[in-house]
């Protein structure tokens, strides 16, 4: 398995000091995070994609770029691109340019984001979205995977003997993950190219993540790619932790109160029963992490939100490293207890292109 950090990128002031970070000052706090996550032996760092206040990363590529340079080992990936209101064009260039750039260490996760309003500053309607996704997809994966492409759509103009440059590193398209929280279109699309589907499970019940889960694995057998187990299933989640429980919900209870996401709703100790948000000790963190294969089944990826709600940089990394020192090692272990033989690894650049050595198809 895969272990990480998500962040979606908010500018939010503290509530307990009332400050709010300026847009270079959480830039540079996101950069400090991935380094972070690399530092203490995470897997992966992943960005949302916003192009509204009080977001910042409307620019993925570039700042995954950047850390790209001054990493080594992580797999640099988004929590959101927006393949809605993106021309799948740009996708196709700036992606294989960042696959070039990290040597194979990256993937993406296409989305429709939860900012309506940003459709149409993009000269889309949100009434399309679902069609939009579907279309813009499979332009973008003929760009990936043809040298020159011919093609006409309802979205945007046609293409005429085409191509994207540069072309995927040693000819292999970037893994895509679909994202999605409540859609289950986005599931069967996941599920007809064979690709990834990671559920945001920070906001819904198990049952409904299971549902989810198990329409993605049904359709992914469904069209010949494997069997259920073999599917590529990948989760969010949200943790806060210190030593003692009762410091942990004492101390982040004021930023759950104000976080922009979900704040002034439901309390705390409902959303943390509800919901897979977590708050308390590493212990409590790794009993209820663990609690997810029992209706995810055996998956690929694990990322956490960690560095939102107004929370300093200080108190995140201090996350980040309890997180990678006391949890992730435990949830390795426990992860690996009892996993199918059958069950896959989550891919890589290096793996994908093993198969596409052997023959193997990677479609």
Partial sequence: MQFGIFSVGDVTADPTTGRTPTERERIKAMVAIALKAEEVGLDVFATGEHHNPPFVPSSPTTMLGYIAARTERLVLSTSTTLITTNDPVKIAEDFAMLQHLADGRMDLMMGRGNTGP????????????????????????????????????????????????????????????????????????AAYYGDGFFHNNIFWPADHTKRMVELYRARYAHYGHGTPEQA???????????????????????????????????????FTDQTPLTVG???????????????????????????????PLKTVLEQIDMLGEEVVPVLRKEFAVGRPANVPDAPTHQSLLAAAAQGVSVE
């Fill in 232 to 270: 590529i299933v990948g989760l969010g989640g949200q943790v806060f932790m210190r030593r003692n429980s009762q410091d942990a919900v004492r101390e982040f209870r004021p930023y759950f109160d104000n976080a922009p996401v979900y704040g002034h709703g439901p309390s705390l100790e409902d």
């Fill in 281 to 311: 000790s590493p212990q409590q963190v790794i009993e209820k992490t663990l609690s997810f294969r029992e209706y995810a089944g055996d998956y690929q990826r694990q990322l956490f939100l960690m560095d939102h709600a107004g929370l």
């Fill in 118 to 189: 940003v459709y149409p500053w993009f000269g889309q309607d949100i009434r399309q979205g679902i069609n939009l996704a579907i279309e813009n997809y499979a332009l973008l994966r003929r760009l990936w995977r043809e040298d020159v492409v011919d093609w006409e759509g309802k979205f945007r103009t046609p293409l005429q003997g085409f191509t994207s440059t540069p072309r995927p590193l040693d000819g292999v398209p970037p893994f895509v993950w679909h994202g999605s929280i409540r859609s289950p279109e986005i599931a069967e699309q």
